[in-house]
């Protein structure tokens, strides 16, 4: 089973800034699929970027997916004041699993 | 507008049965998979199980297998879990999501509000 390995567990960040979490597989990720989610607090998952790259529906374009193989970024590009929460990875080559989640909080 | 409406979850003890559903409309119910992910207080995420569009192939975690059933009901666009054996660790708010594609292992483009199951004495 591929493992993901979400970093850093928490990032402290000011609106306007940039912020880029990490994700990394324990192998690589077939056919880059790989997934990331944004959580607040309170509320269910809401898909952000599949296929490592590509934006879901409504997605801002201030969020950006990139990686292949087994290293992925998740970069927003200038933090509103939505955008603290949890992020997940998850990739759904084989299986579905998640990472452990990076808390994106208020500085 | 997709929703997914999950029902069912409640407190139970250990040892028990529940049977969670979740109600789909907005979207052709059968022409894709729906999964169940669950998240316990205050942890991460955790891929339950995925059934895909026609029913015909169905996943499990490791930590659910021979304990939940997943099935699905295209007559009536649900989605089911039945959970036997439940343990202090199956406690979790429980998420329905809808696959991206008919196989199960899409990426998950709709989540429902959840359903909160405890498992206590």
């Known amino acids: 089973e591929i493992v993901l390995t979400q970093s850093p567990g928490t990032l402290s960040l000011s609106p306007g800034e940039r912020a880029t979490l990490s994700c990394r597989a324990s192998?690589?990720?077939?056919?880059?699929?790989l997934a990331w989610y944004k959580q607040r607090l309170g509320q269910a998952p809401r898909l952000l970027i599949y296929?490592?790259?590509s934006r879901a529906t409504g997605i801002p374009d201030r969020f950006s997916g990139s990686g292949s193989g087994t290293d992925f970024t998740l970069t927003i590009s200038r933090l509103e004041p939505e955008d603290f929460a949890v992020y997940y990875c998850?990739?759904?080559?084989?299986?579905?699993?998640f990472g452990q989640g990076t808390k994106l909080e208020i500085k | 507008e997709v929703q997914l409406v999950e029902s069912g979850g409640g407190l139970v003890q250990p040892g028990g049965s529940l049977r969670l559903s979740c109600a789909a409309s907005?979207?052709?119910?059968?022409?894709?998979?729906v999964t169940w992910v669950r998240q316990a207080p205050g942890k991460g995420l955790e891929w339950v199980s995925g059934?895909?569009?026609?029913?015909?192939?169905?996943y499990y975690a490791d930590s659910v297998k021979g304990r939940f059933t997943i099935s699905r009901d295209n007559s009536k666009n649900t989605l089911y879990l039945q959970m036997n054996s439940l343990r202090v660790e199956d406690t979790a708010v429980y998420y329905c999501?809808?696959?991206?594609?008919?196989?199960?292992?899409?990426?998950?483009?709709?989540w429902g509000q959840g359903t909160l199951v405890t498992v206590s004495s």
């Open positions: 999501a809808k696959d991206s594609r008919l196989r199960i292992f899409g990426c998950l483009d709709s």
């Open positions: 907005g979207f052709t119910f059968s022409s894709y998979a």
């Open positions: 059934i895909s569009g026609t029913g015909a192939t169905t």
């Open positions: 192998q690589s990720v077939s056919g880059n699929y």
């Open positions: 296929g490592a790259s």
């Open positions: 998850q990739q759904y080559g084989s299986s579905g699993t």
